[in-house]
């Protein structure tokens, strides 16, 4: 499975973005689907999934404020981040698995989301 994102770039504080992921190469609809980001010298954290029944989970810094969609005939997922603020700044991951579970073994390349005035 290959998974692409797409929609990262430079916002000021308090402006929106949205973030895509396509995946490719698997016959079936996948598992949860997430995503999780990276700041500069730390560890990588969940941000938002999204089970393939539509339940979802999100961390405490995104919850209000992030939302998390999912396709599931296209196995795509999206990440509606509203207010956002510089410590948002990080690279963000797609995330998927085959079944309900993550993180998944899948993972992109990542996009960088850079939140600056």
């Known amino acids: 499975v290959h998974l692409v994102e797409s929609g990262g770039g430079l916002v000021q504080p308090g402006g929106s973005l949205t973030l895509s992921c396509a995946a490719s190469?698997?016959?079936?609809?996948?598992?949860?689907m997430a995503w999780y980001r990276q700041e500069q010298d730390k560890e990588r954290e969940l941000v938002a999934v999204?089970?393939?029944?539509?339940?979802?989970l999100y961390s405490r810094r995104a919850e209000g404020r992030f939302t998390i969609s999912r396709d599931n005939a296209q196995n795509t997922v999206s990440l509606q981040m509203n207010n956002l603020e510089p410590e948002d700044t990080a690279v963000y991951y797609c995330?998927?698995?085959?079944?309900?579970?993550?993180?998944?073994?899948?993972w992109g390349l990542g996009t960088q989301v850079t939140v600056s005035s």
């Open positions: 190469g698997s016959r079936f609809t996948l598992g949860a």
């Open positions: 995330n998927a698995a085959d079944q309900e579970w993550w993180p998944g073994d899948y």
């Open positions: 999204m089970t393939r029944g539509e339940r979802t």
